[in-house]
């Protein structure tokens, strides 16, 4: 344990020593934690409409109305033909068009039924799919209005049925908000970062510069040496997740409605789990450039399957697969549950269990594949 004190004042000195290198892992994160949830709204609003009316009655500029006024929509054109307003989708600036034929009103009133054409630009499929999912619900409750509205007095003899009324209710996430959802995730990918990067150009390092020999010829044990790479930097991933916890708090007034102690310690299984990863490249790696492209290899693939921009349940069979084998989309499911639900340890108790196992074997694996010459 004497040999474990020395290597860590080593490195705390070589990470102090660096302002840059403590300046990226401790502000950037928090600048961009500020930032990217705000500019990743995944929230459909402003969808460009293009509306060909051609009947021009008082039902027509009632549902038009409806539809500018609803919040999601913004009207960019009234077009005289469906060929002049498909101009506007040839060159992207309307995603959808929508056409009203002649004797619109005359058809909903007499005959109590009309088509309305609808024309989807599907380049961007989730604006589209999305958008014409909200259009079809603006002209239901457009179509639900007329309904009653043309309705005589009620004649409890000859009516068979009423209408019926749907009220629910958002549990979690009252408003419905993206960043309920989406903000947990990105301070869990920010800590990804910080652990799979600075830890997998560490030992790296000092191949480069030579002092891996030095320390080779010690009576340092392998893991001791591990350990002694580990620790600084599970205490500096710490601190940023306790400041990420504030910064969400203050600018985007989310705080965990579970345990905050419970929260801490996922917290710190899944840095450790991390820091073994990066540890782990950086045994395998003898460049900083090779190290860094591995790190940023797996990264991505853990970014991509952590379920935070594509649902998992979503996902192909081999896919989820993937998903399962990585720490970053069970901490993420994690930090959900906790913040925003308030789940105990037995309802995390299977997720943190795989990331126990991960900190077990990426940790172990780096220990094994740490070669020390003497």
């Known amino acids: 344990m004497r040999n474990l004190g020395f290597l860590l004042q080593k490195e705390f000195r070589q990470i102090f020593r660096d302002k ?27 969808i460009n409409l293009s509306i060909v009316d051609n009947d021009h009655s008082s039902y027509s500029q009632q549902l038009i109305t409806r539809i500018g006024s609803s919040g999601y ?16 989708i040839e060159n992207g600036s309307s995603d959808l068009i929508m056409e009203l034929p002649a004797g619109f009103e005359r058809n909903l009133v007499r005959e109590g039924k009309q088509n309305i054409g609808i024309s989807i630009d599907a380049i961007n499929g989730s604006k589209a799919s999305i958008g014409g999912a909200y259009l079809a619900s603006v002209i239901s409750d457009f179509n639900a209005d007329l309904a009653i509205n043309q309705m005589e007095a009620p004649d409890y003899k000859t009516t068979p049925m009423g209408f019926m009324e749907i009220n629910f209710s958002n549990w979690y996430n009252p408003l419905a908000e993206y960043k309920y959802f989406f903000v947990p995730g990105v301070l869990v990918l920010l800590l990804t970062m910080i652990g ?6 560490n030992i790296v390092r000092e ?17 001791e040496f591990i350990l002694g790479k580990l620790i600084p930097f599970w205490i500096i991933g710490m601190i940023v997740f306790t400041i990420g ?27 450790i789990a991390l820091l073994g990863f990066g540890l782990l490249v950086s ?32 996902m192909p069979h081999w896919a989820r697969i993937i998903s399962v084998l990585t ?6 499911k994690i930090m959900r549950m906790i913040m925003l639900k308030g789940s105990g340890f037995p309802d995390i108790l299977i997720e943190l269990g795989y990331i126990f196992s991960f900190a077990l074997v990426l940790n172990g694996w780096a220990i094994w594949n740490y070669r020390k010459t003497s």
């Open 20 to 46: 840059t290198i403590l300046a990226m892992m401790l502000a950037l994160p928090i600048i961009q934690l500020m930032i990217l949830p705000w500019a990743m709204n995944l929230d459909i609003k402003n």
């Open 73 to 88: 929509f913004r009207i960019i054109s009234a077009d005289r033909s469906y060929k002049e307003a498909l101009v506007h």
């Open 196 to 201: 799979g990067f600075m830890t997998a150009l």
């Open 207 to 223: 191949k480069e510069v030579g002092t891996i020999e030095q320390i080779n010829v010690t009576p340092i044990k392998k893991w």
């Open 245 to 271: 916890l504030l910064v969400i708090r203050a600018v985007y007034g989310i705080s965990s409605v579970g345990s905050l102690p419970l929260l801490y310690i996922v917290a710190g299984t899944y840095m």
């Open 283 to 314: 045994t395998f790696c003898d460049s900083q450039v090779q190290a860094m492209f591995v790190a940023f290899f797996f990264i991505l693939i853990f970014i991509l399957m952590s379920g935070l921009f594509t649902a998992v349940q979503s």
């Open 327 to 332: 720490p970053v989309s069970h901490f993420i």
